[in-house]
């Protein structure tokens, strides 16, 4: 009897094997706080004085995930980049004006006929171990990134380098077999690693990735991994050394429990959603006494993609039609919170590259029916979806999961495209696998993804028809000859003014062909403690990071020791 | 004793094949030849690599060839490499040429989960058992309604929704305890005792959460056994015989009732360990559930695997410390009058 | 049956599921909204005379969502659990009437089973798979037969025993009719209770994988999804939280509740309801 009841409520637990029913009393009082949730946190006024510079203290920040490696030519991903930014230099880098300047290097020298690149390092650099940094590192890194062992997703840029030399110490000159005007743009992009720690290792496995050397404003001091990464100033930096002493990024997947940890003021800064921006923190006064909030327009914009090897894409009506159908206002407004601008040509908006008259498609569903008829398609079963030779016009969108922005905006394009009579999937998928399964096989009708807007007007990976192999980045397939040559033009012309127009006339071809829908270049949004001082404001063409070694936290408004939970 | 034991060892061997062939079959769900996978989320994975992982899974072997040598790993705790970039060990620490050592993903996590569930099992216990009591001492009053309704609520709660809204209240509103992580970033700092102080208080809500869990069940449990056992002959006998009311209950029943919740612990591991995935997934615990919800979203199928395996054979040997544990307190199943399925 | 009336948790329980199906059958009359209505300016609001639950994050309607949500968790619940209760019943039917090395093996699959872990199991086949209500249910319901095999199972192996059903196996009766007209009949009481817990423990499971992302794929709603998509404004739009939170808790109290009260009604060993 005994062991038939035991029986009976082993039965009963695993009926209910992984479902944590969890019981509480306290749910009730939870309810009831839930209307009365104000962080009982004073408003120190102490925050709004103004300050002079000084060093110490600490930077908490949040990141969704966590580095594979620090060797961002290798990981390839945003997280590393972030965390090695601090860490290694560049040569050129970008100033707050948005033009080239000398990082690693003092002086550069291009050549008449734009196929050789001179760079003279400042002298007496410093790897963070005392080490020199030379020439030496230099063509070590650039044999690295176009190694094809390394694999770098980085690499073809670097690979139209015919050869490179170090006449000396301090000399590192480049040779191209034809003019390429993004050279200098690419080499702002190239974090420069050190020959003595990493020759003669494996790149993919060495131990470098996880205790990186670098020459940069910090240094990895500590990484716990999936819990938080720490850098502490390095006193050698090439760049002379920041304000603040240590910075700390913790790893938060899920933006909830980061806006959480930012409420009980345990991170400093965030990258924010427009609903937080705009809704949230406005409706918390507690909030806004001790947050600074910047807007900037960001360097990317979302886009829905064909696959224009399958039908119905391969008719330029169906993707006007699409793009008529599609409320672009709609979704800036409804997704974005008015948080974004519609663009027309796919360059940052204010930018030279950016072209002037082109106005985005307009919403005009009655003009995508009218196309749509033209291309065949009629509802002829009288179900409400459109058909052809008795197929329905239906297609999956995909989109990467955990991008809330993007997954509400493919439901507001289904429920649009529906009104014209298209028959939308929908579907978020993981990163890693979307990118593997889906995009590097072709096994896809559209994806809603974004592009980065580099600062250089040049999109031949993107654009090209020689860009379409798996894992290239044309993976919708775009074919234009015209386009095609003007992508070669662009990237042989140093003009500024005649390549914005060889640009322009690119925007203008694409416009027309429609391969993809714009829906919206959108802010970046970031939320700053107000302890932190020094940030420039208004903000820079070059962001609101820019320039962060200036940024100081004052002793009196410091976090108390650390205590950070 | 011995004989039982071996018994009960040679019967995980059919138990381990079988598991082994269910995590093939899983494996062999997904569409696609998996070094497709790893070649596109890896941008630096090369032709070689994937012909190493071709080789690593013998993906050119006939299905049969490839499970007996799937079998052959698994004896052998070789779960290979992550296919994330930075490519470590699944399962244990191992050696570069350099003699750099890397710490295995689930030899990091597992110590975490295993705290966690310790921890919840001994306050889950600590609580259920004079809940138990109470209720089957004051069986059908109000101590026990009591109980009872807490019972079903914390059966029926979904364990994601009341985290979310503690985290809310006892972490923000009332910031008593850390939102998320297992370590202050001031950890290094700290006294060993401040250590251990300090993983305690971001442990206290992923534990307690779940426990409260077991805590309903437990309680239910413990009661019926009580229920059960006094109204067994020796304990009316017992009773019959004058002996006072706390000696019956703590003496005689309290032993025989307390019995069978070896079993129910033991049974409950796969439960906890599965459980562990919604709760360090919200408070960002790097322990094997947030291990394992992250690999499969990401299709990193070695991590999956070397998971779903090492989970498995821990429930095996959970039951089989809790069948051990059984047949020593119990005389009975010895001479195997009772079987402890 | 009509002893339920005097069992008032079992009772309780019944009125929960009761208002609950009832709700769900009547979502489309009852919702004054599309569910999938998107109003872009309209988002966020708190719950008003005009939206009762407030509205999500793209505008639509909470309450609608909710009323269309508790279909897909009625859905979920119960064809998940008519998969799990067929397989139960059949291997259970089989390895208590046959015994012997079927009956070994069918028991040790269902020890197998029950040591993987099986939230592990359940992640990895739906996210392998592709995430979809159809998937999930029969994901579900292919990792937890295993209560419902042991107890039909049990329930064989005695009636076996009993007088009639050796007499008629004595009469010469095949073993199809014994199965289905001697013993299955005899055997379901215990099985309707697992059934009805089974449910409670598919709608918890389905929106813990709707909250992970697992579960029902957008724009459908489910109780599931409208926490998940609330979870970042907890402390802003607390309507999105409380509601689908709470929705899930009525529902799976009102399946233990039931589910328990059956147990006690009909569980001749159990003597606690004295």
């Not at chain 1, 972030?82 to 003092?106: C, K, M, P, W």
């Amino acid at each position: 009897m005994l062991i038939s009841f035991i029986n009976a409520f082993i039965d009963r637990l695993k009926a209910i094997p992984d479902l944590i029913p969890y019981q509480t009393g306290v749910l009730l009082v939870v309810l009831l706080c839930n209307g009365c949730g104000q962080t009982p946190s004073a408003v120190d006024p102490a925050l709004d004085r103004p300050y002079t510079a000084e060093d110490g203290g600490a930077l908490l920040s949040a990141m969704p995930s966590d580095p594979s490696g620090l060797i961002s030519m290798v990981a390839g991903e945003s997280a590393s980049s972030a965390i090695s930014s601090h860490i290694f230099n560049t040569l050129l880098r970008y100033d707050q004006s948005l033009d080239l300047t000398g990082e690693l290097v003092d002086t550069w020298e291009v050549a008449p006929d734009h196929k050789t690149i001179t760079f003279h390092l400042k002298p007496n650099l410093k790897w963070a171990d005392g080490k020199p940094l030379t020439s030496a590192d230099v063509l070590f890194t650039w044999q690295l990134v176009v190694d094809e062992k390394t694999h770098s997703p980085y690499a073809s840029d670097f690979q139209l380098v015919t050869h490179a030399e170090t006449p000396d110490a301090n000399t590192f000159i480049v040779h191209y077999a034809q003019a390429f005007s993004p050279a200098l743009d690419s080499w702002s992009g190239l974090q420069i690693l050190p020959k003595h720690l990493l020759a003669g290792q494996d790149i993919h496995t060495t131990q470098f990735a996880q205790k990186p050397v670098g020459s940069h404003y910090y240094q990895l001091s500590e990484w716990r991994h999936g819990e938080y990464l720490k850098m502490d100033k390095n006193p050698l930096a090439v760049l002379g050394a920041p304000h603040i002493n240590q910075l700390i990024e913790r790893i938060i997947p899920d933006p909830a429990a980061q806006f959480l940890e930012l409420m009980a003021d345990n991170i400093d800064s965030m990258n924010m959603d427009p609903i937080t921006y705009a809704r949230i923190i406005p409706s918390r006064p507690d909030l806004q006494a001790r947050l600074n909030q910047y807007k900037e327009l960001g360097n990317s914009y979302t886009y829905l993609g064909f696959n224009l090897k399958h039908a119905p894409f391969d008719d330029v009506r169906v993707r006007q039609a699409i793009n008529y159908a599609i409320d672009k206002q709609e979704i800036i407004d409804g997704v974005y919170l008015g948080l974004g601008i519609a663009i027309a040509s796919p360059y940052k908006p204010g930018t030279r590259w950016s072209h002037p008259t082109l106005t985005p498609y307009a919403y005009d569903p009655q003009r995508a029916r009218a196309l749509l008829t033209a291309a065949g398609y009629q509802d002829s079963n009288g179900d409400g979806i459109l058909d052809r030779q008795g197929k329905p016009l239906s297609f999956e969108i995909l989109t990467n999961h955990g991008n809330k922005e993007r997954e509400k905006t493919v439901v507001i394009i289904q429920r649009r495209l529906k009104e014209v009579g298209i028959e939308v999937k929908v579907r978020s998928i993981e990163w890693a696998s979307l990118i593997t399964r889906f995009i590097k096989t072709g096994d896809f009708d559209a994806v809603v993804m974004g592009w980065g807007l580099g600062l250089d007007p040049d999109q031949y990976n993107i654009w090209h028809s020689s860009q379409q192999q798996p894992g290239q980045f044309n993976f919708i397939g775009y074919q234009n000859p015209t386009v095609d040559q003007l992508l070669e033009q662009g990237r042989q012309t140093f003009d500024p003014v005649e390549r914005m127009h060889i640009y322009h006339q690119f925007a203008e071809i694409l416009y027309q062909d429609s391969p993809i829908v714009y829906l919206s270049a959108g802010y970046g949004l970031t939320a700053i403690h107000k302890r932190v001082k020094g940030i420039v404001d208004p903000i820079p063409a070059a962001g609101v990071g820019y320039d962060s070694q200036q940024w100081f936290v004052p002793a009196p408004i410091r976090r108390h020791q650390m205590q950070a939970e | 004793m011995l004989n039982y034991l071996i018994k009960r060892l040679l019967w995980m061997i059919p138990m381990l094949i079988g598991i082994s062939l269910i995590s093939f079959f899983v494996m062999h769900l997904a569409p696609g030849d998996i070094t497709s996978t790893e070649a596109a989320f890896n941008p630096k994975s090369s032709e070689e690599s994937r012909q190493k992982l071709r080789a690593l899974y013998h993906l050119d072997q006939p299905v049969m060839v490839q499970y007996g040598l799937w079998l052959k790993r698994m004896v052998q705790l070789d779960f290979g490499h992550s296919f994330a970039s930075h490519q470590k060990p699944v399962f244990w620490a191992e050696k570069n040429a350099n003699g750099d050592i890397t710490k295995g993903m689930i030899q990091e996590a597992l110590p975490i989960t295993l705290l966690m569930n310790v921890l919840g099992l001994f306050i889950t216990l600590i609580l259920a058992v004079p809940l138990g009591i109470l209720a089957s001492k004051r069986y059908h009053q109000w101590p026990d309604r009591v109980i009872t309704l807490f019972n079903f609520i914390g059966f029926s709660i979904p364990g994601f929704w009341l985290s979310l809204l503690l985290m809310y209240w006892i972490g923000v509103i009332h910031p008593w305890f850390p939102i998320s992580g297992l370590h202050s970033l001031n950890y290094e700092q700290l006294s060993s005792w401040q250590q251990v102080q300090d993983v305690l208080m971001h442990l206290f809500m992923p534990v307690v959460i779940p426990a409260l869990t077991g805590l309903a069940s437990i309680t239910l449990f413990v009661k019926n056994g009580m229920l059960d056992v006094l109204n067994l002959d020796y304990v009316l006998t017992a009773r019959a015989k004058g002996l006072s009311d706390r000696a019956v209950t703590y003496r005689h029943a309290l032993r025989n009732a307390l019995l069978p919740l070896i079993t129910i612990i033991g049974l409950s591991i796969p439960g906890l360990i599965g459980g562990s995935v919604i709760a360090e997934t919200i408070f960002a615990i790097p322990g094997m559930g947030k291990l394992f919800y992250d690999a499969v979203m990401m299709r990193d199928f070695p991590v999956v695997m070397g998971i779903l395996t090492i989970g498995s054979a821990l429930t095996l040997l959970g039951n089989l410390c809790a069948d051990l544990a059984y047949a020593w307190a119990d005389p009975r199943l010895r001479r195997g009058i009772a079987t402890a399925q | 049956m009509y002893k339920i009336f005097k069992h008032p948790l079992a009772c309780a329980g019944l009125v929960m599921i009761l208002m609950m199906m009832l709700l769900a059958l009547c979502a489309p009359w009852l919702s004054p909204y599309d569910p999938n209505a998107i109003q872009v300016k309209q988002i966020l609001l708190a719950p008003s005379s005009l939206h009762w639950m407030g509205t999500d994050g793209l505008g639509r309607d909470v309450w609608s969502r909710m009323l269309y949500g508790s279909r897909i968790s009625l859905l979920v619940g119960l064809v998940a659990v008519g998969i799990s209760t067929l397989i139960g019943v059949i291997l259970g039917a089989i390895a208590g009437f046959y015994r012997g090395w079927v009956d070994t093996v069918i028991m040790r699959l269902v020890d197998i089973m029950l040591s993987i872990p099986s939230f592990f199991l359940i992640l990895a086949v739906i996210a392998f798979l592709t995430p979809s209500i159809t998937n999930v249910m029969i994901v579900i319901g292919l990792t937890s037969w295993m209560g419902v095999t042991r107890l039909v199972r049990a329930e064989f192996l005695s009636l076996r025993q009993r007088e009639f059903v050796l007499a008629s196996s004595a009469m010469g009766a095949s073993d199809v009719r014994m199965i289905f007209i001697h013993c299955l009949p005899n055997s379901l009481t215990p099985v309707l209770v697992s059934v009805v817990l089974g449910i409670a423990s598919a709608v918890l499971l389905e929106s813990g994988l709707s909250f992970l992302g697992l579960g029902v794929q957008a724009p459908q709603a489910s109780w599931g999804n409208i926490l998940t998509d609330g979870k970042e404004y907890i402390q802003f739009a607390w309507w999105l939280s409380v509601f689908p939170g709470l929705a899930i808790l009525i529902t799976v109290l009102g399946y233990n509740l039931l589910g328990e009260g059956l147990r006690e009604l009909f569980d001749p060993r159990s003597n606690h309801t004295r």
